[in-house]
């Protein structure tokens, strides 16, 4: 296991989802928390195109549904949801905040959350099952691991450059995991919100080039096989 750098960054996003879970717990808002700061693809169809989905007309929404991409990623649906989310983002986050710099890793992890909230709402407009987790933030920040440290990179196939190549395998393989996820636990209590993660990594492969492209950025020494 490598020595982790130091990351502000992804120290402070785990305190962060730490506490707002523990201030579910001890007050026992976990519920209402959910319910509001959750994403709603529903909610946002309605704001965007009227009245047109199963959720009550005069609920009284205390937060924004602009905001809820955001508050959604700061909320998890268990202790378990939460410690594996928080192990991940503290094994890569580390790792990419050090290669990117503090701001850049923001920025990254901005853009995972918006991703993966747009995906969602393409896929399924009108669902009324709120999401939550990090997850589709932190599927940008994986995407970004395997594309930048990656040991063994594709070869251009014809006219398509190496770099494409590995882009396009990434993005299918990943896909690939999250199918298989969601049928291995089709029909269980467990609902995984496979297009939020699938929209997270590719924004993780679209910007994690373009963002490590700096002469200040030093990468880890540490390379996935």
Same mark, same amino acid.
């Not at 580390?94 to 850049?104: C, D, H, K, P």
């Not at 901005?110 to 669902?127: E, K, N």
């Not at 398509?160 to 299918?172: E, M, S």
């Given at each position: ?13 785990? *305190?962060?989802? =730490? ?174 919100? *496979? ?13 994690? =080039? ?16």
């Amino acid at each position: 296991m490598p020595n982790l750098p130091r990351g502000a960054a992804t120290n402070t996003l785990v *305190i962060a989802n =730490v506490l707002v879970w523990l201030a579910g717990l001890l007050t026992g808002w976990t519920e209402w928390f959910q319910v509001e700061g959750g994403f709603r693809a529903a909610r946002m169809s309605d704001s965007l195109n009227g009245h047109a989905s199963a959720l009550p007309v005069d609920y009284p929404w205390a937060i924004p549904v602009w905001l809820t991409p955001i508050t959604s990623a700061f909320l998890h649906a268990g202790l378990f949801h939460l410690a594996m989310n928080m192990l991940v983002l503290v094994m890569v986050g580390r790792m990419i905040e050090a290669a990117l710099g503090t701001e850049r890793f923001v920025v990254l992890y901005t853009a995972g959350i918006i991703a993966a909230a747009a995906m969602h709402y393409a896929v399924d407009p009108l669902s009324t099952t709120p999401v939550v987790g990090a997850s589709g933030a932190i599927s940008a920040l994986l995407a970004a691991y395997f594309l930048l440290f990656s040991r063994r990179k594709p070869q251009a196939i014809g006219p398509v450059p190496g770099l494409v190549v590995h882009i396009a395998w990434l993005a299918a393989a990943w896909t690939g995991i999250n199918l298989l996820s969601q049928f291995a636990f089709a029909g269980s209590a467990l609902g995984i919100a *496979i297009w939020a993660h699938i929209g997270g990594f590719i924004a993780g492969l679209v910007l994690a =080039v373009p963002l490590a492209r700096n002469p200040a950025v030093r990468r880890p020494r540490h390379d996935v096989t």
